[in-house]
């Protein structure tokens, strides 16, 4: 996964993970990458397009 410089940290990426995969702080984002599924809705509810897979 890749995460733009334009993210803003607002959380809404790890509030839909269904694996709880990607952690959000205040100016870091984190995520286990090994666990991923591919489904892509972290990347569909970024306000910003800021994900990329
Ligand atoms: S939804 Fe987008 S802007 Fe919000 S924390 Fe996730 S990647 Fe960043
Ligand atoms: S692609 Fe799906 S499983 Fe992977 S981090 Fe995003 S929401 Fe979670």
């Known amino acids: ?9 607002c959380g809404e990426c790890a509030g839909v993970c269904p694996r709880c995969l990607i952690e959000v702080g205040e100016t ?10 591919d489904c892509k809705i ?9 994900l990329e897979k």
Do not use: L
């Open 28 to 37: 870091n984002i984190t995520f286990d990458e090994s666990s991923c599924k």
């Open 42 to 50: 972290c990347v569909q509810v970024c306000p910003v397009r800021a």
């Open 1 to 9: 996964m890749i995460v733009k410089e334009w993210c803003m940290y």
